[in-house]
């Protein structure tokens, strides 16, 4: 019997929060698009773990879990943007000159050989992310697989390049 009562305070807690939990986590993360799919997790987790919850905790630890999760995404972002940023910072920082432009281009479609090579769900997901800007629940459902999944198709084709750039830039360079 407390279980159910368990679900129902979660469950209004959830209906009470929502909104000012969103507003929270989007006023401090990167994408603020992405709120409502945190507020989700947050509750997700939440949810897992009911049974050992008390109801007076309920609201302190769901923004305790945010911002454990905001503090991931945060983290998650500056790695997705650190193969990409070197990229351009490399090439915004090259002199004009026709050698400089041709290495870029070598390195871009080095870039692109790689992406291409990666096996086809992860290459997938990647792309829907790094080039179409996709959220993790948008990509989920083009894909119709979980967000976990999808963040960990992510994650190792980020890994799979920047080792395979640094093999081949040292190879050649």
């Not at 929502?18 to 989700?40: F, N, T």
């Not at 773990?49 to 109801?55: G, T, V, Y």
């Amino acid at each position: 019997m407390e279980a159910k009562n368990d679900e129902k305070g979660l469950a209004a807690c959830y209906v009470r929060q929502k909104e000012a939990l969103k507003y929270y986590i989007a006023s401090r993360i990167d994408r603020p698009d992405e709120a409502e799919d945190v507020v989700q997790d947050v509750f997700e987790r939440l949810w897992k773990h009911k049974d050992f919850i008390s109801p007076e905790a309920v609201v302190s630890l769901a923004y305790k879990v945010a911002r454990n999760l905001m503090a991931d995404r945060q983290r998650r972002y500056r790695k997705e943007n650190d193969v990409w940023g070197e990229l351009l910072y490399t090439q915004e920082t090259l002199q004009d000159t026709t050698e400089e432009k041709v290495s870029f281009k070598e390195l871009k479609l080095m870039f692109d050989r790689l992406v291409f090579a990666l096996p086809e769900k992860r290459r997938k997901a990647y792309c829907l992310s790094f080039f179409e800007d996709l959220t993790l629940s948008e990509i989920a459902r083009e894909l119709s697989v979980s967000k976990r999944t999808v963040e960990q198709h992510i994650l190792l084709a980020r890994k799979d390049i920047k080792a395979q750039l640094r093999k081949e830039y040292f190879r050649y360079g």
